[in-house]
């Protein structure tokens, strides 16, 4: 099919898994990586723009694809101060959707998180909820917004309390149950799936995706 893809957020947890999966996949001939850092060893299909992501505007000409990955994301541990941290979570994403929507890029697929509601009075969830919102704002043909819940894999990072908190949290996975399911802990690999399943399907509407519904959508590889 002689796709090209963007990926953005290639060096974490989920955007790893996904830009390897594409890699593998026949479909996509080209794979634009935008970061801070190159990534090593990876195959000539791959093409790697390095800068900063706060400026993605200077990137307008290269950001051109099919797809638009965005698995950018971090925590607040990583990133204390609220400022900063709304700069990442909510500004590099809705600048790619901006972006995308300015060179005609018909599919943006973006990960959320459970709980994102841009009218709470928790920090996180309304900095996730807001960003949710200014991205379908642009109106782009196949938006696709994915919420999971704790998200499980091997991270290349030492999180020695999110290891214990997934520890105890798995401990517990037998009690949810009924509505209780879409709190289970989500392997980023079903996330990196689904977003390629839900990029290849033929649905052309904005679609917010619970936790349930991406495990569910995963299996249809």
Same mark, same amino acid.
Do not use: W
């Given at each position: 099919?002689n796709?090209?893809?963007? $990926?953005?957020?290639?060096?974490?947890?989920?955007?790893?898994?996904?830009? *390897?999966?594409?890699?593998?996949?026949?479909?996509?001939?080209?794979?634009?990586?935008?970061?801070?850092?190159?990534?090593?060893?990876?195959?000539?299909?791959?093409?790697?723009? $390095?800068?900063?992501?706060?400026?993605?505007?200077?990137? /307008?000409?290269?950001?051109t694809?099919?797809?638009?990955?965005?698995?950018i994301?971090?925590?607040?541990?990583?990133?204390?101060?609220?400022?900063?941290?709304?700069?990442?979570?909510?500004?590099?994403?809705? *600048?790619?959707?901006?972006?995308?929507?300015?060179?005609?890029?018909?599919?943006?697929?973006?990960?959320?998180?459970?709980?994102?509601?841009k009218?709470?009075?928790?920090?996180y969830?309304?900095?996730?909820?807001?960003?949710?919102h200014?991205?379908?704002?642009?109106?782009?043909?196949?938006?696709?917004?994915?919420?999971?819940?704790?998200?499980?894999?091997?991270?290349?990072?030492?999180?020695?309390?999110?290891?214990?908190?997934?520890?105890?949290f /798995?401990?517990?996975?037998?009690?949810?149950?009924?509505?209780? /399911? /879409?709190?289970?802990?989500?392997?980023?690999?079903?996330?990196?799936?689904a977003m390629? *399943?839900?990029?290849?399907?033929?649905?052309?509407?904005?679609?917010?995706?619970?936790?349930?519904?991406?495990?569910?959508?995963?299996?249809?590889?």
């Amino acid at each position: 099919m002689n796709k090209t893809a963007i $990926i953005l957020g290639a060096t974490g947890l989920t955007g790893n898994l996904l830009l *390897h999966k594409l890699i593998k996949d026949e479909r996509y001939t080209t794979i634009k990586l935008f970061s801070r850092s190159k990534i090593e060893g990876l195959p000539d299909k791959v093409v790697q723009f $390095i800068g900063d992501l706060f400026e993605l505007e200077t990137f /307008k000409a290269d950001f051109t694809a099919n797809e638009v990955y965005c698995c950018i994301g971090t925590t607040a541990k990583k990133t204390p101060d609220k400022a900063g941290y709304k700069q990442i979570d909510y500004g590099i994403p809705v *600048h790619a959707a901006q972006l995308s929507k300015e060179n005609s890029i018909p599919t943006f697929l973006v990960i959320s998180a459970m709980g994102a509601n841009k009218n709470s009075s928790v920090f996180y969830n309304k900095t996730k909820g807001e960003m949710e919102h200014d991205v379908l704002q642009q109106n782009i043909k196949n938006t696709f917004i994915l919420r999971p819940s704790l998200i499980g894999g091997d991270r290349r990072e030492r999180r020695v309390l999110e290891r214990i908190g997934l520890g105890l949290f /798995k401990i517990i996975q037998p009690l949810f149950i009924g509505k209780l /399911k /879409k709190y289970k802990i989500i392997n980023a690999e079903s996330i990196a799936q689904a977003m390629i *399943h839900l990029a290849n399907s033929k649905s052309n509407a904005e679609v917010i995706i619970t936790s349930n519904d991406i495990k569910r959508i995963a299996k249809n590889k």
